[in-house]
């Protein structure tokens, strides 16, 4: 499946990740700026903050406790937040459009 990677400067990059990959994942393997993983993916660093497009988000199983914990750490969270390494490649999900953060940390 396909994710589409927005930055704060409008520039966009789609990457092909395999189900089951995380977001977090799909964006450091591939370079997408923005996205650091510090934590490598077990929930308690928040920079792999995503603001999910609207229509997605919905799409999504919910948050879970402490990713909900997490993402009221992070910078500037808002309604469609989401952790990216919380978040699972799906063939559902091709085509999921995700902007990344002016900032992490
Ligand atoms: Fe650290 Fe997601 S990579 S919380």
Known sequence: PKIVFIQPDGSSQTVEAPVGQSLMEAATNNF????V???GGSCSCATC????????YAKLPPRDEMEEAMIEGAIDPGPTSRLGCQVLVKDEL???VAHVPKAQF
């Open 32 to 35: 997408v700026r923005g996205i």
């Open 37 to 39: 993983g510090e934590c």
């Open 49 to 56: 903050h995503l603001y999910i497009d609207e229509a997605w």
């Open 94 to 96: 091709d085509g999921i």
